[in-house]
Nanobody
Framework: QVQLVESGGGLVQAGGSLRLSCAASGSIFSINSMGWYRQAPEKQRELVAG???????NYADSVKGRFTISRDNAENTVWLQMNSLNPEDTAVYYC???????????????WGRGTQVTVSS
């Protein structure tokens, strides 16, 4: 089993910043990709940013230039630095990881429970 612990959400005014973190623990041999998704009320969950084990990143167009994803492979942790936040960024943010629990084993997908980000205008 793999556990994900997210933190860093909260209430911030438009233009402000927040930093989300997600730490993975448990039966981990290696972590392939790590990413952040978000889901606003009555909307589908969408990818915000992802990062591979090699450090390659990708971002949703709506957050490019404002959000930065990073990870520490030794600590099995991923962060999302969010700057210039606006009310449209309000959502529950979820961490997702792809994990191998054994050498040459299959990849398993795990989701965090989510952390609320609210941006007031």
């Amino acid at each position: 089993q793999v556990q994900l612990v997210e933190s860093g959400g909260g209430l911030v005014q438009a233009g402000g910043s927040l930093r989300l973190s997600c730490a993975a623990s448990g039966s981990i041999f290696s972590i392939n990709s790590m990413g952040w998704y978000r889901q606003a009320p009555e909307k589908q969950r969408e990818l915000v940013a992802g990062i591979t084990s090699g450090g390659t990143t990708n971002y949703a167009d709506s957050v490019k230039g404002r959000f930065t994803i990073s990870r520490d492979n030794a600590e099995n942790t991923v962060w999302l630095q969010m700057n210039s936040l606006n009310p449209e960024d309000t959502a529950v943010y979820y961490c997702k990881v792809l994990v191998r629990t054994a050498v040459a084993g299959p990849l398993y997908q795990y989701w965090g429970r989510g952390t609320q980000v609210t941006v007031s205008s």
